[in-house]
């Protein structure tokens, strides 16, 4: 009997891990404008070459580091490297553990983080393909006035979240399509010493925000004197 209870409890144990594995990647919206502001390095690269490094003991390939070299094409924030020369970047994990894959040939916009001397990105970063990039966010990352991402971002428009009051951006899946909107569409720009939206009219307006909660105030009855 014991040893059926412990044979149940390890396939228990490895269908969660498998399951956690497979679906434990999580993300909540982010406007580009803010990954932007809180990514070490920004560029416009094409793949070369993929470097596949694979653990031993890992059928899952939680470990699987994935090594990219790419052509440099256009930079925009912490590569001091110039354009044609080559870099490379790496993602660790499978999809469940937030890595992700590139493909060869193909050209994209990634914003990451270093770790060290290596240069990290992954599933919640902004990586995609430039066939992939609306009008307004071709034009906020590729040019560095004050209609960019950059400009903006030193400007210290960083605060895009449900907290703020000039670039109210919601994290909620709820309201998908106001987030979605924005993220193609708007800009966080300061105007007048202010933070705010530029170019969002469009967009569905959420007004609900996170209210401060009050602590009930708790008044002792009148005793009666007998």
Not at 20 to 42: I, K
Not at 72 to 80: E, N, P, V, Y
Not at 113 to 119: A, E, L, M, N, T
Not at 124 to 130: A, G, L, N
């Amino acid at each position: 009997m014991n040893r059926l209870l412990l044979l149940v409890n390890t396939v228990l144990i490895v269908i969660t891990w498998t399951a956690n594995s497979a679906h434990g990647c999580s993300c909540l919206p982010q406007h580009p404008q803010s990954q932007f502001c809180s990514a070490d390095f920004v560029f416009y690269g094409k793949v070369l070459r993929e470097q596949v490094k694979e653990a031993p003991d890992d059928p899952y390939e939680n470990e699987i580091v994935r090594k990219y070299t790419m052509q440099i094409l256009h930079t925009m924030k912490g590569i001091s490297a110039r354009v044609n020369r080559e870099i490379v970047v790496q993602s660790t994990g499978n999809d469940g553990m937030c890595g992700m894959s590139l493909r060869v040939g193909q050209q994209y916009v990634i914003m990451g983080h270093r770790s060290g001397r290596k240069k990290t990105f992954g599933f919640c970063d902004f990586v995609k393909r430039t066939s992939s990039l609306s009008f307004e966010e071709t034009f906020y990352l590729f040019t560095p006035g004050p209609y960019s991402y950059l400009k903006n971002c030193k400007n210290g428009c960083d605060d895009i979240s449900d907290s703020s009051k000039g670039c109210h951006f919601s994290d909620s899946y709820k309201h998908l399509e106001s987030t979605e909107c924005l993220s193609r569409s708007a800009l966080c720009r300061k105007e007048k010493g202010v933070c705010k939206w530029y170019n969002h009219e469009q967009c569905p307006s959420v007004t609900t925000r996170p209210t401060s909660r009050t602590t009930p105030i708790y008044r002792p009855l009148p005793i009666k004197k007998s």
